[in-house]
């Protein structure tokens, strides 16, 4: 059975090290995933559905959500603020 998500990416983009995988078949995951890839600043190699990469429209549709998700965090921690907070006043997911 083909794994739903495949993410191919370098932890370490300027080492020369190998690039690694992350198969899931939960989205949630994979934008989590992406999210930690952000944090990391790693190298987001490709996005695979089902075997199949991705359109740039999807592949970068999961990564803007990785992203907000990610900067909600952060805006939270820095202002001392709940996610509901976040969402009313930066218009951010919550």
């Known amino acids: 059975m083909i794994t739903k998500f495949t993410i191919e990416y370098s932890a370490h983009p300027h080492s020369g090290e190998p690039s690694g995988l992350h198969r899931t078949n939960d989205p949630i995951e994979a934008e989590e995933f992406l999210r930690r890839l952000l944090q990391a600043r790693s190298r987001i190699l490709s996005i695979k559905h ?45």
Not at 78 to 87: G, I, K, P, R
């Open 50 to 94: 089902e075997g199949v990469e991705m359109h740039q429209a999807q592949s970068d549709q999961m990564i803007k959500i990785a992203g907000e998700r990610l900067l909600s965090e952060m805006i939270e921690h820095a202002l001392d603020l709940d996610n509901v907070q976040v969402c009313h006043r930066f218009g951010l997911p919550a």
